[in-house]
């Protein structure tokens, strides 16, 4: 069956091309193709096991793939390794929340930030006036980013104290600290109820504006991907079945058959 999309006018900020990976004679991803435009928001969805968390650790470089190319600005980051393709601008979180829940809520940001910061280590040993005022001033940094996700207060609480949802903000928080120019959202509102993932959808639509961000988000939430999403891609048994408008999507026979798991003409 012939996939249908939505072609976009300006160059994509990522693109894929023919993605394989295999896991011990499993085929979890098969030659998917995918790509999304600057300051585009796109849903990646499809049921459980369909390769959607495979293919953001493919892109952020935790795994390597069997076959294909993955360009990101215009570098081929195949087979790099994490922290280039996160310096190189690609930002994450993960469905099942990864924060350093000892440390503080300030420090879990700071730690992001200082991908970015260039300090001498003898500046450091020293204490120099140079270092000191660096520190400040990523500090303050921190403190205004979790002021814009309404975190201010929890600033010197620990991390893993956190209400859940809060701690799914924090996630966030912590990968735009790493100024991406292109941020991959995980299951974001995974086990938030439906006034959560309201606040969640608001924010999103925020920094989306704000930063400028290039975003691809997995969801089960089909109103919450409807609600924000600007492009669909859905993927069934690691292959791409159909990528178009949400509505356009959400309303395909195929789309209805993986998620039913039936036929809708049966």
Same mark, same amino acid.
């Given at each position: 069956?012939?996939?249908?999309?939505?072609?976009?006018?300006?160059?994509?900020?990522?693109?894929?091309?023919?993605?394989?990976?295999?896991?011990?004679?499993?085929?979890?991803?098969?030659?998917?193709?995918?790509?999304?435009?600057?300051?585009?928001?796109?849903?990646?969805?499809?049921?459980?096991?369909?390769?959607?968390?495979?293919?953001?650790?493919?892109?952020?470089?935790?795994?390597?793939?069997?076959?294909?190319?993955?360009?990101?600005?215009?570098?081929?980051?195949?087979?790099?390794?994490?922290?280039?393709?996160?310096?190189?601008?690609?930002?994450?979180?993960?469905?099942?929340?990864?924060?350093?829940?000892?440390?503080?809520?300030?420090?879990?940001?700071?730690?992001?930030?200082?991908?970015?910061?260039?300090?001498?280590?003898?500046?450091?040993?020293?204490?120099?006036?140079?270092?000191?005022?660096?520190?400040?001033?990523?500090?303050?940094?921190?403190?205004?980013?979790?002021?814009?996700?309404?975190?201010?207060?929890?600033?010197?609480?620990?991390?893993?104290?956190?209400?859940?949802?809060?701690?799914?903000?924090?996630?966030?928080?912590?990968?735009?600290?790493?100024?991406?120019?292109? =941020?991959?959202?995980? @299951?974001?509102? &995974?086990?938030?109820? +439906?006034? *959560?993932?309201?606040?969640?959808? #608001?924010? !999103?639509?925020?920094?989306?504006?704000?930063?400028?961000?290039?975003?691809?988000?997995?969801?089960?939430?089909?109103?919450?991907?409807?609600?924000?999403?600007?492009?669909?891609?859905? =993927?069934?048994?690691? @292959?791409?079945? &159909?990528?178009?408008? +949400?509505? *356009?999507?959400?309303?395909?026979? #195929?789309? !209805?058959?993986?998620?039913?798991?039936?036929?809708?003409?049966?």
């Amino acid at each position: 069956m012939a996939l249908q999309s939505t072609e976009l006018n300006q160059m994509p900020i990522l693109r894929i091309n023919g993605l394989t990976k295999d896991f011990r004679g499993l085929r979890a991803l098969s030659k998917v193709d995918l790509f999304v435009a600057e300051q585009e928001i796109l849903g990646v969805i499809g049921p459980n096991g369909a390769g959607k968390t495979t293919l953001f650790n493919l892109i952020t470089g935790l795994i390597h793939p069997t076959e294909g190319k993955i360009y990101f600005l215009d570098h081929d980051i195949t087979d790099q390794e994490p922290d280039y393709i996160t310096k190189l601008g690609v930002g994450r979180t993960f469905q099942n929340i990864r924060l350093f829940n000892a440390m503080t809520v300030l420090d879990n940001v700071r730690v992001a930030m200082q991908l970015h910061s260039l300090i001498n280590p003898f500046e450091v040993f020293i204490s120099s006036p140079t270092f000191v005022a660096k520190e400040k001033e990523l500090e303050n940094s921190a403190l205004n980013l979790l002021t814009s996700f309404g975190l201010e207060k929890f600033r010197s609480h620990e991390a893993g104290s956190l209400p859940y949802a809060h701690q799914r903000r924090l996630e966030i928080a912590r990968a735009l600290a790493l100024q991406p120019k292109l =941020l991959l959202l995980d @299951e974001p509102t &995974a086990g938030m109820n +439906p006034s *959560e993932s309201q606040d969640l959808l #608001q924010l !999103i639509l925020r920094l989306h504006e704000e930063y400028h961000l290039t975003i691809i988000l997995i969801a089960h939430d089909m109103r919450f991907v409807m609600n924000l999403c600007q492009r669909v891609q859905v =993927l069934n048994q690691g @292959e791409t079945i &159909a990528v178009g408008l +949400p509505e *356009e999507v959400r309303s395909m026979p #195929q789309v !209805i058959e993986a998620y039913l798991g039936r036929s809708v003409h049966a």
